[in-house]
């Protein structure tokens, strides 16, 4: 199914019936994720399973998003469907949206799934990587060497960025540059419904079966 959300379509599977449980997915991934646990929680619940803008089956947004925008998608989600305080279930960057939205919004309970949120700390040849880019952009911008530009930063790009990076279009690219380099720990102390922190390989494992490995 599908609905319409400022002009944009985002895909969404509902079945169920009961409390309302929202299944949000990692970054490259979308519902197939959490098929398992959306055929086992519909005996129980009213499960929607949604694409996020950019995965799936939902079109990508008008331009990079940040887990605000994606958030605010949800909201609007959430508003159409009649949906009232739901029970959030996101894994990965799935998570960081949960966070956002409980953070400003009514839910009844929260379960984050090896969620994302919380900014790492860097090593030096990340700084390396990203300083290098940015020296490359600024020089490759004078005279007589813009021709090349692109293509000269295109390469480093491949070199450097992540496989999520490399396997996105340009605005996910920038977009997962924005929602990585967040961090949402000012934002958890209002969070102040039940959370549970499912976290580790095992626990992963019972939960996604068929998955060995997910990546943020």
């Known amino acids: 199914m599908f609905i319409d959300i ?27 994720a959490f098929g398992p646990v959306h055929r086992n929680l519909e005996q129980h619940f009213k499960v929607w399973s949604i694409d996020l803008p950019g995965f799936g089956e939902s079109e990508e947004p008008p331009k990079p998003w940040g887990s ?44 984050l799934v090896d ?16 300083y290098s880019f940015k020296t490359a952009k600024k020089i490759l911008s004078l005279p007589g ?13 491949k070199k450097v960025g992540s496989t ?11 977009t ?8 949402l720990q000012h ?3 209002k969070v102040t419904v039940p959370t549970l922190l499912v976290w580790g390989r095992r626990m992963m494992t019972l939960l996604f079966p068929t998955v060995k490995r997910w990546r943020s």
């Open 176 to 183: 997962l540059v924005r929602v990585v380099n967040e961090d």
């Open 68 to 111: 605000d925008d994606f958030a605010k998608m949800l909201r609007e989600f959430i508003l159409k469907q009649n949906i009232e305080d739901p029970i959030l279930i996101g894994h990965s960057n799935g998570g960081r949206v949960s966070i956002r939205y409980a953070s400003e919004h009514p839910v009844n309970k929260v379960i």
């Open 145 to 157: 060497l813009r021709s090349r530009k692109e293509e000269i930063l295109s390469s480093m790009k």
């Open 187 to 189: 934002l958890m102390p």
């Open 115 to 130: 969620s994302a949120g919380v900014k790492p700390k860097r090593k030096l040849n990340y700084y390396m990587k990203v």
């Open 6 to 32: 400022h002009g944009k379509q985002v895909h969404f599977h509902c079945s169920g019936e009961g409390k309302d449980v929202l299944l949000l997915h990692g970054w490259g991934a979308n519902i197939q």
């Open 164 to 174: 999520d990076y490399q396997n996105a279009s340009g605005v996910m690219q920038q």
